[in-house]
């Protein structure tokens, strides 16, 4: 039997090392040069925090760290964008957590996906990972494919590829 593990996992050290990239390219950018801008990656929380003056700053903040990621191959749906920035004195903070693992609700949506599409096979939650079965490669390269183009909101990795 031929399996593979879908996951939701983000490389910790390419995100630093595409935050770092970020984090020169905003102190030398001409709209955030007198601004004190900060971002800072906690690897433990997984959140990353962005410390700016104004709203304006953090689109930009926001727009340049997105840039950075989808050019060092991390994905920018691995971001939660959804916390509202909330203000700090006269300074503008946004934590942005980092998803890491599929959760109960995104594994019901590719199960069913997947039964949709292909009932023969077999599809199974485990902890934050769902393993795809079936007696065909084939097969399992065409449920790669349907969840690559489907507009899921996450982002997706395929690993342990077994025949």
Do not use: C, W
Request: glycine share 4%.
């Amino acid at each position: 039997m031929a399996s593979f593990d879908i996951v939701s996992k983000v490389d910790l050290q390419t995100l630093d090392n595409a935050i770092n990239v970020a984090i020169k390219e905003i102190a030398n950018r001409y709209d955030l040069r007198n601004s004190k801008t900060s971002v800072e990656l906690n690897k433990k929380d997984l959140k990353i925090q962005v410390d700016t003056d104004n709203d304006m700053s953090l689109k930009s903040v926001e727009d340049i760290l997105l840039t950075r990621m989808v050019k060092q191959g991390v994905d920018g749906r691995s971001l939660d964008f959804t916390a509202e920035p909330h203000q700090s004195g006269n300074r503008l903070r946004r934590e942005l957590k980092i998803r890491q693992g599929l959760d109960k609700d995104q594994q019901r949506k590719i199960l069913k996906l997947i039964k949709e599409h292909f009932p023969k096979l077999t599809a199974q939650a485990m902890d934050d990972q769902v393993r795809v079965t079936s007696k065909k490669i084939d097969d399992l390269q065409a449920v790669i494919g349907l969840l690559r183009r489907s507009e899921l909101e996450i982002s997706l990795q395929f690993v342990n590829m077994k025949s």
